[in-house]
DNA sequence: GCACCCGCTTGACAGCGTTAAGTGAACCTC
DNA sequence: GAGGTTCACTTAACGCTGTCAAGCGGGTGC
């Protein structure tokens, strides 16, 4: 083995216990997100989970926020692929429907991010660990929504007065978004009954995109 | 005057004295909730604002979060004066949609009390500065939209499948109040053009009710 | 063998919500 | 009018938070 070889392997090997640290950080920063939520977990309390200082994980994340985001990111990627799935679907009318419900599993079966992700004013622009602006993740499932609204659009299946896609799509997010949002607050409130939000979701998405479509004939 | 007259006397005026502090608590604890927002703002910056310590407020208000609800509970009044106002209309679809308009003025005219209000997870039952369980102050708007769309159900004018009044209410108050959340969460993302929430919520109720009545003829 | 690197620790800082103890002026009783 | 009580408010502190400057120590490079 040449001095060089030991050294780029040596090196490699540090940079892989650095990057497994940093991992070992995340994941005790995601459970303890998930079960105590983001903000009554204390940078003390990851760091403790895993046998480090507080100090040590200010040498992979520069800040609290740095790790959130990072975590956030990967959140949005998901989300990014459970509407990627839907994709290959023709009808934009019922790529929408399943849109809209393939966002609401993601929300209830992943509550503390969709808590971050969508219910939590994020700083704009948004910075990495590096310090390095980064461009709004949640910029692929809009944008996906978006062409969807406006396929539909093109193909003129929306009443004409409907031509406006930013509109539409956040007429069709907005709604989903507050029934599952309105449930993440509310559900504990004994004065109201509140019924499946999947359920509702359903009703609304069947109830707005009926009063959204062109009378046929 | 008798004794006992002056007894009063400077009993009434302590108590108001008393009264007029507490009231300087709220008002500071209101402007910098406003201004500040309800979780950057310390109960040290309140006291500061009116000339005390800390330390005083705790004379007044069992805890932060007791100040906290006393406005909140005041916001709710006022949400609750809002719908009152739209009681008279006869028509229970019309009602309905005057409603949302109404809500969408009032969220978007007090950002901040709105976040609080429907924003966040507030913990049930509430409990006053006194420490007694306080009757949850958003019921009396709820229960007014769930009679509103109960009136619609027997009035035969929805589809027929939509016969469920916390469902419908919950479709409702979700897609409205989904429209408005995204827009103060993410109103500041450069990647997305926000269409004005008012006109979105407006095409919303549209939708959504056109989509919910009974195909006439 | 010596010096450097760097992941991590030690010890601290300022700020937070909150509380126990104390202060002092207004009040009531005699 | 003197003595005791009440009570709105202050002083000083506690334990907690996120964060940082400085230092340690084992592996690496020459």
């Known amino acids: 083995m040449t001095t060089s070889a030991i050294r780029t392997a040596s090196l490699a090997r540090r940079e892989r216990q650095k990057a497994e640290t940093r991992q070992a950080i995340l994941d005790a920063a995601r459970e303890l997100f998930v079960v105590d939520g983001v903000e009554a977990t204390t940078m003390r309390a990851i760091a403790a989970k895993i046998g480090y200082t507080p100090t040590a994980i200010y040498h992979h994340f520069r800040d609290k926020d740095a790790l959130i985001v990072e975590l956030c990111m990967a959140d949005f990627s998901s989300l990014g692929q459970a509407m990627y799935k839907i994709g290959r679907i023709e009808d934009p009318i019922e790529r929408l429907r399943r849109m809209g419900l393939a966002y609401t599993d993601f929300a209830l079966d992943n509550p503390s991010q969709y808590r971050f992700m969508f219910m939590t004013a994020l700083?704009?622009?948004?910075?990495?660990?590096?310090?390095?602006?980064?461009t709004a993740?949640?910029?692929?499932?809009?944008?996906?929504?978006?062409?969807?609204v406006t396929e539909g659009i093109e193909k003129g299946v929306?009443?004409?007065?409907?031509?406006?896609?930013?509109?539409?799509?956040?007429?069709?997010?907005?709604?989903?978004?507050?029934?599952?949002s309105l449930w993440f607050t509310h559900c504990g409130d004994p004065h109201i009954v509140f019924r499946d939000p999947r359920e509702t979701v359903r009703t609304m998405c069947d109830a707005v995109i009926r009063g959204s479509l062109r009378n046929v004939g």
Chains 1, 2 share one sequence.
Do not use: C
Not at 123 to 134: F, M, Q, R
């Open 137 to 148: 993740p949640d910029a692929d499932a809009y944008e996906f929504l978006l062409q969807t």
């Open 158 to 180: 929306y009443r004409p007065e409907l031509n406006d896609p930013p509109e539409l799509a956040q007429m069709f997010w907005g709604g989903i978004h507050g029934v599952i």
């Open 123 to 134: 700083k704009h622009p948004l910075v990495d660990s590096a310090g390095n602006v980064v």
